[in-house]
């Protein structure tokens, strides 16, 4: 099992960036393919980005597709969220999700362990 915890959400401007972090424990990290979702107040968590175990390839969601750029640095354990260009509908919490299995998936259900999620907040 793998235990993951999100870090570096907080309030930005519309246009602003942030980076968002996911640390793992507790088993080899680079055993576990890896996503962001995503879960705005009102709505069904969603799928926005994921990258195979080796970071070799990646898929987004077309929301943020060109904004969003996800990577992995397996020698530290990490997963991190690049999101520029944002935008008060990316306003949400970011949770970090892991699977059994080094492809990446885009359904929640392929994900068998979760972070407790991350605030971010988008101002206009």
């Known amino acids: 099992q793998v235990q993951l915890v999100e870090s570096g959400g907080g309030l930005v401007q519309a246009g602003g960036s942030l980076k968002l972090s996911c640390t793992g424990s507790g088993d080899t990290f680079a055993d576990y393919a890896m996503a962001w979702f995503r879960q705005a107040p009102g709505k069904e968590r969603e799928f926005a980005a994921a990258?195979?175990?080796?970071?070799?390839?990646?898929s987004y969601a077309d929301s943020v597709k060109g904004r969003f750029t996800i990577s992995r640095v397996n020698s530290k354990n990490t997963m991190y969220l690049q999101m520029n260009s944002l935008r008060p509908e990316d306003t949400a919490v970011y949770y970090c999700a892991a699977r059994d299995g080094i492809t990446w998936r885009r359904l929640e259900s392929d994900y068998n362990y979760w972070g407790q999620g991350t605030q971010v907040t988008v101002s206009s």
């Open positions: 990258i195979t175990w080796s970071g070799g390839s990646t």
